[in-house]
């Protein structure tokens, strides 16, 4: 049987996801290659030898290093805070290792900028890296993209996108790594403001060209340590704070190529909004929606309808959308984790078939340029900032 041994670096929430990924993926789609859940990497080998049982890896290293040195892994993922994807990627593709990269791809330009023209060098040796813009994947969103692409939209307009949690509402959540600008490269503006930039520049099918933003921080200081337990974990409220190095919210405006117009927000204080990754775009003959809240909906408003129709909502788990056949019969539902299965089955298609897989290095970088424009333009009182 032909295999692909994957090496992980991670096995926190995200470790997580990408675990269940590899396991289910040649379960549910028939894959040329196998994964092989060889090996986990973690710095403490209690914990990854832990993570390594209950997720179902083979074998454990304590530094990613010796997971890249390994001859018998030939993928490596990357579940990482952002201050390592530079470095991991590049060795790990100079290896001659594909890689599989978390969003957003790094904390800066120029490091998103190496790990291009690694990626690039390594694609000329049929070694190929991708990053995990895993909403890409949930099947209403990609339907969303063929509509767009099939031309149902006709010329597009308007483009609003949110992505709204609550997560740190609390101003005694602890302080974790994704509140340490050296550690994250920004707050809500990367952690979850990458994937509205990318599923909008991707769906819409043309580029942002220049924002004019504001971020800011409502919780200057949190309390240090506390667990870890999902995205804030728990702390007390008495003892040491430290401080927040990153945005608690941002927005803005754009511009995008092909003259449409964005209004962009991602916060994590939107108190009752749990995950709500909202997209709506506006064309000239057809308008769509969707809201990760109800993930297996697409609404889809057509001008074409009988006056005043409304927007029909469409249950994208049809066995002709996009990935649902190989699931549940009709309307059973897809949810969180399988937009992980699908990107792990993408790329390993991808790299059994030497064709390059997407969203590329190159397609996380212009996020990351995006995210630059940003801070820039927020640092400046808002100033247009042309990406
Ligand atoms: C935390 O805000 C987070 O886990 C993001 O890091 C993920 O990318 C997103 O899918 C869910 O929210």
Not at 242 to 260: E, I, K, N, S, Y
Request: with cysteine; glycine share 10%; proline share 4%.
């Amino acid at each position: 049987m032909n295999t692909i041994n994957i090496g992980m670096v991670g096995h926190n929430f995200m470790g997580k996801a990408h675990s269940h990924a590899w396991r289910t993926a040649p379960r549910f789609f028939d894959l040329p290659l196998t994964p092989r859940m060889t090996a986990l990497a973690g710095r403490d080998a209690g914990r990854v030898g832990a993570a390594a049982a209950t997720l179902g890896w083979e074998s454990t290293e304590t530094d990613w290093r010796r997971l890249i040195e390994r001859e018998d892994v030939d993928l490596v993922d990357i579940c990482v805070p952002g201050d390592l994807h530079a470095e991991i990627a590049t060795a790990a593709l100079e290896a001659g290792k594909h890689v599989l990269c978390e969003k957003p791809l790094a904390n800066t330009v120029a490091e998103a900028e190496r790990m291009v023209a690694a990626a690039e060098a390594a694609q000329a040796r049929g070694v190929f890296a991708m990053c995990g813009f895993s909403y890409r994947r949930t099947p209403a969103l990609t339907l969303a993209k063929r509509l767009v692409d099939s031309g149902a939209l006709g010329p597009i307009r308007h483009v609003r996108a949110q992505y709204l949690q609550d997560w740190l509402t609390d101003e005694n959540t602890p302080l974790t790594w994704r509140l340490d600008k050296d550690k994250s490269g920004s707050g809500s503006l990367g952690d979850i403001g990458a994937h509205i930039i990318d599923a909008a520049q991707w769906i819409a099918g043309s580029d942002l060209t220049g924002v004019s933003a504001l971020l800011t921080t409502f919780v200057a200081d949190r309390p240090i340590g506390g667990d870890f337990v999902g995205l804030g974990g728990t702390g007390g409220t008495d003892g040491p704070r430290g401080p927040v190095t990153v945005d608690d919210a941002a927005m803005f405006t754009a511009r995008f190529a092909d003259g449409a117009v964005g209004v962009f927000e991602a916060t994590r204080f939107a108190l009752g909004r749990k995950n709500a990754m909202r997209l709506e775009l506006n064309g000239s003959k057809a308008s769509l929606a969707f809201d990760f809240e109800d993930m297996n909906a697409l609404w889809f408003y057509d001008a074409a309808d009988e006056p005043n129709a409304g927007f029909r909502r469409i249950q994208a788990t049809e066995p002709e959308h996009p990935y649902t056949g190989n699931w549940w019969p009709v309307g059973h539902g897809l949810g969180y984790e399988h937009a992980f299965t699908h990107q792990a089955v993408d790329f390993i298609e991808a790299i059994a078939q030497g064709q390059a897989p997407s969203p590329s290095f190159a397609e996380a970088l212009q996020v990351q340029r995006v995210l630059e424009a940003v801070a820039t333009s927020a640092a400046d009182e808002s100033r247009w900032t042309a990406i």
